[in-house]
């Protein structure tokens, strides 16, 4: 079976899978993620069962069985990834989504299915450079740098989400670090439309280490690389109503 050995973090990581399934690994991570040939600290596999069922591995232990070759990439790669933010030497990795305009940063923390990959998508078409809509990866200075892999926007009738390039938007992604200007908490509630509350540094803290994936494993370079990131941002939370309203706000208040 084909094997695709990576690099990114510090960490080396292992796939196998056919072929079709490693190119679409390649076609979905980030360009941070780099092909490499030195020996895999951990290891993923997709591997076919009877039928059509696939087997999603790791450590040659079965995670979950999916029904489709693709779906079970996608969920090699949430674990690979993950593991990858637990582990990664001299980076943090925060669940939000984030992107920059003139080296200023807008980060939105919020876990899976809080709406950040589509208020992402809505900052790029306002005209903000891409950085990610998964996680933000911040240095040790608190620096926040750029994850850019495709952007998950998931349809409106709730199916799988379909991984679109930046350009498609019209966007572009990031490129070198970003300083924290804004840190956003904001939940999705159609009803209450735009009610935020402004946040102190040591609360903006607390949501951004709610968020964080090596809080327990890494606490000191954790906290290092938090309190660098709020000293001069300004955060906020609350509800808000559409994506392309909220970013155009969010791009007024990062300006101002």
């Not at 949430?78 to 980076?91: F, G, K, M, Q, T």
């Not at 940063?105 to 891409?130: F, W």
């Not at 998931?154 to 670090?177: C, I, K, N, T």
């Amino acid at each position: 079976m084909p094997t695709l050995l990576l690099r990114a973090y510090g960490r080396t990581v292992a796939f196998d899978g056919p072929s079709p399934a490693l190119a679409v690994a390649k076609d979905r991570l980030p360009l941070t993620y780099r092909t490499c040939s030195a020996p895999a600290e951990r290891r993923w596999a997709v591997r076919r069962l009877s039928g059509q069922d696939w087997a999603v591995v790791v450590e040659n232990d079965v995670l979950s069985v999916r029904t489709d070759m693709v779906e079970a990439t996608e969920a090699v790669l949430s674990d690979l990834e993950l593991w990858i933010a637990e582990c990664a030497r001299n980076r943090v990795f925060v669940h939000a989504g984030c992107v920059a305009v003139d080296g200023q940063a807008i980060v939105l923390p919020g876990r899976s299915m809080s709406g950040k990959s589509s208020l992402t998508a809505a900052l790029v078409r306002a005209g903000a450079d891409y950085y990610s809509d998964e996680y933000a990866v911040f240095d040790n200075r608190g620096l926040v740098r750029p994850y850019p892999r495709r952007l998950a926007i998931r349809p409106y009738d709730g199916a799988a989400p379909r991984r679109v390039p930046v350009e498609e938007l019209g966007g572009r992604s990031g490129r070198g670090p970003a300083k924290v200007k804004l840190i956003a908490v904001l939940r999705f509630d159609p009803g209450a439309g735009w009610q935020p509350r402004p946040l102190t540094r040591g609360p903006a803290v607390l949501r951004l280490l709610d968020n964080t994936v090596a809080t327990r494993s890494r606490p000191r370079a954790v906290l290092s690389a938090l309190e660098g990131a709020t000293h001069d941002a300004r955060a906020l939370e609350g509800t808000r109503g559409d994506a392309d309203d909220t970013a155009a706000r969010l791009m007024s208040i990062l300006s101002g």
